[in-house]
């Protein structure tokens, strides 16, 4: 069974700040990975689409990298800000033989950026 | 607009009562998902269905049923039978399978249980 893990699961930095949110798996034979953003009592908002033969996104001042032999990825925020605070959450699609796709999510991690 | 609608965005139940929700989407996707949301614990898969009048069970479907009748809409209904079902209620979509799939979501359903 598919599990993933985020870490760290919370994070507090000052404003200006770069920093890295990791996200592992166990099953590397994943279609793609997907990292979110949530804010508070709100639904998801995708911020970018790794598919399983790209080794990175990019997104503004957002970055995503992919190392699938190794079971990980890693959401690079630069020049950090306060409106950046949220919940940020990656999941991974897996093709299930019987059944068809799925995503299964880790458990989060919680950002804040202080002024 | 294209997106995914859910409703309510509040919902109250009393113990003992079936509750459905509401999941619409004008995306043209096939997928739609649902997903239970607690405090610590992530995203956990109730149901998902790939195509219409076609679903499969999730991690944690006891308790849950649904229905996929028209591809727009997947609503998924709390029964007596779930015993803890004070949740965050989340819905996606995403278009047909693949490694080119995107999943957007609702702004969820906060369910209460009084």
């Known amino acids: 069974k598919q599990e993933v893990t985020q870490i760290p699961a919370a994070l507090s930095v000052p404003e200006g700040e770069n920093l890295v949110l990791n996200c592992s798996f166990t099953?590397?034979?994943?279609?793609?990975l997907q990292w979110f953003r949530q804010d508070p009592g709100k639904g998801l908002t995708s911020l970018l689409l790794?598919?399983?033969?790209?080794r990175e996104q990019t997104s503004g001042r957002l970055n995503a990298s992919l190392d699938k032999s190794s079971g990980r990825s890693t959401l690079y925020i630069a020049a950090s800000q306060p409106g950046d605070s949220a919940t940020y959450l990656c999941?991974?699609?897996?093709?299930?033989?019987?059944?068809?796709?799925?995503?299964?999510f880790g458990t989060g991690t919680r950002l804040a950026v202080r002024p | 607009d294209g997106g995914i609608t859910q409703s309510p965005k509040y919902l109250f139940r009393k113990e003992g009562q079936n509750v459905t929700l509401s999941c619409e989407q004008n995306l043209n996707h096939d997928a739609m998902y649902w997903y239970r949301q607690d405090p610590g614990q992530g995203l956990r898969l109730i149901y998902y269905s790939q195509i219409v009048n076609d679903f499969q069970k999730g991690d944690i479907a006891e308790g849950y049923s649904v229905s996929r009748e028209k591809k727009e809409s997947f609503p998924l209904t709390v029964t007596s039978a779930q015993k803890n079902p004070t949740a965050f209620y989340l819905c996606?979509?995403?278009?047909?399978?693949?490694?080119?799939?995107?999943?957007?979501f609702g702004q969820g359903t906060r369910l209460t249980v009084v």
């Open positions: 999941a991974v699609r897996l093709r299930e033989k019987s059944s068809g796709d799925k995503l299964t």
């Open positions: 099953d590397s034979a994943i279609y793609n």
């Open positions: 790794i598919q399983s033969s790209q």
């Open positions: 996606a979509s995403s278009p047909a399978a693949g490694p080119y799939t995107e999943a957007f």
